[in-house]
């Protein structure tokens, strides 16, 4: 199946997770904003809890016709630009689906969950 806007990838990061800081999220949405550093490829947004709170900080990617992945415990010290590698291996991804290979590592062991695209018809059991 092919993937019809292969241009652009989203990090939504929650900046309403509070973490011992208080303000985790927030601290993590800046990091992941300069790790992007203005790139055309990637996408920033804030967003207010992606329920996944008693495993914050979290972030999700996304791309047209691809999964969507939930990724929790991410640290704004280190993993900004772990969500942006992500970001780029699941927009260069022939089949949507994020490579485990060569994933960083917090994006591995953060997983939380993966939701497949909205044209997804089913798998057989
Ligand atoms: S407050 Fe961050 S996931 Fe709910």
Redesign the pocket.
């Known amino acids: 199946v092919g993937r019809s806007d292969t241009s652009r990838a989203t990090v939504l990061v ?1 900046i ?3 973490g011992t800081s208080g303000t985790v ?1 927030a601290e993590l949405a800046d990091a992941t904003l300069q790790a992007a550093a203005g790139a055309a490829d990637v996408t920033i947004q804030r967003v207010r ?5 008693s495993r ?3 972030a999700a990617i996304r791309c047209d016709n691809s999964w969507t992945y939930v990724f929790g415990s991410l640290a704004p010290a280190t993993d900004g630009p772990a969500l942006i590698e992500g970001a780029r291996l699941l927009l260069h991804s022939a089949d949507g689906i994020m490579p485990w290979k060569g994933r960083p590592e917090p994006l591995k062991r953060g997983l939380t969950a993966r939701v497949p695209p909205p044209d997804f018809v089913g798998e057989e059991s």
């Open positions: 929650c309403t997770c509070r999220g809890c992606l329920a996944n709170c914050g900080p979290s």
